[in-house]
């Protein structure tokens, strides 16, 4: 998938206006139940999968792989779902959606983890200075 670095860091942001969003609503409504989602929000959400879509850009021989598709596959759904799965935890004391999340986060973490140890032993892995537009 040549655009997955594109792809993480869209959804990135897309998360961090989520994550956002319930900042201000908290802050406005002195209301900070939410807390524990609007930190996942933008914890898992902006800050995870932008820095994923960083190294896929810096290394893009990791995009390149069959894993990397794998990994968004696991990453994006989960990290968009976490949240949700914690609001129904705390709300309405169904964890069901959260812990399935938090699995294939875990999952997507892994991958990840295989690409930057294939990257490392497989040599080569100089990274692409990207010049500045």
Same mark, same amino acid.
Not at 27 to 52: K, Q, R
């Given at each position: !998938?040549?655009?997955?670095?594109? !792809? +993480? /860091?869209?959804?990135? #942001?897309?998360?961090?206006?989520?994550?956002?969003?319930?900042? @201000?609503? !908290?802050?406005?409504?002195?209301? $900070?139940?939410?807390?524990?989602?609007?930190?996942?929000?933008?914890?898992?959400?902006?800050?995870?999968?932008?820095? +994923?879509?960083?190294?896929?850009? /810096?290394?893009?021989?990791?995009?390149?792989?069959?894993?990397?598709?794998?990994?968004?596959? $696991?990453?994006?759904?989960?990290? @968009?779902? *976490?949240?949700?799965? @914690?609001?129904?935890?705390? *709300?309405?004391?169904?964890? $069901?959606?959260?812990?399935?999340?938090?699995?294939?986060?875990?999952?997507?973490?892994?991958? $990840?983890? #295989?690409?930057?140890?294939?990257? #490392? *032993?497989?040599?080569?892995?100089? &990274?692409?200075?990207? &010049? #500045?537009?």
């Amino acid at each position: !998938m040549q655009r997955i670095d594109i !792809m +993480f /860091i869209l959804l990135g #942001a897309l998360m961090l206006v989520c994550g956002v969003s319930m900042g @201000i609503y !908290m802050g406005i409504a002195h209301d $900070f139940s939410l807390a524990p989602i609007h930190a996942h929000a933008n914890l898992v959400g902006w800050v995870s999968l932008t820095l +994923f879509g960083i190294v896929y850009r /810096i290394f893009p021989e990791l995009k390149e792989r069959r894993m990397a598709a794998t990994h968004l596959g $696991f990453a994006a759904p989960a990290a @968009i779902v *976490f949240p949700f799965g @914690i609001y129904l935890a705390i *709300f309405a004391e169904w964890p $069901f959606l959260s812990i399935v999340a938090a699995l294939a986060w875990m999952v997507g973490c892994l991958i $990840f983890l #295989a690409q930057l140890i294939g990257l #490392a *032993f497989a040599g080569g892995a100089d &990274p692409v200075a990207v &010049p #500045a537009e």
